[in-house]
């Protein structure tokens, strides 16, 4: 089954370079610029990991998971990205239920094979 990546974001540039991407390396694409589009998205249609930009225009990112997490709709795996390479950033962010935090710029070439790996991990430990 093609993995469903949901990348919550609110740059236009590095969705596109995300969608580019991760829809080359065989997985399915959705994305959302706010919190509300992104929980709406996720009910939606499912995703299998969220791709999270915790500081979105004027909101926490991380009430994406607060939102899902109220309704028990979670994704396999969540993953933090922030500009923020401090360790109370990272705690907030694993608290949160994130599985990793990569801090931007993030190595592109190495994500496909990450999402494949929290994936395998998620299926061993669900």
């Known amino acids: 089954m093609t993995p469903h990546v949901l990348v919550v974001e609110d740059s236009a540039l590095v969705i596109g370079a995300l969608r580019v991407l991760l829809e080359e390396t065989g997985h399915r694409v959705s ?9 709406a998205s996720a009910r939606a249609d499912t995703p299998d990991v969220i791709l999270l930009d915790i500081t979105l225009d004027r909101e926490d990112g991380l009430g994406v998971l607060r939102a899902l997490a109220l309704s028990g709709e979670l994704p396999r795996v969540a993953v933090a990205v922030t500009g923020h390479d401090e ?18 710029p993030i190595n592109a070439t190495k994500l496909p094979e990450m999402i494949r790996l929290w994936l395998s991990e998620s299926d061993v430990a669900g």
């Open 31 to 39: 994305a959302a610029t706010s919190v509300a589009e992104a929980v």
């Open 87 to 104: 360790p109370s950033v990272r705690e907030r962010c694993l608290n949160a239920g994130c599985r990793a935090v990569l801090v931007k």
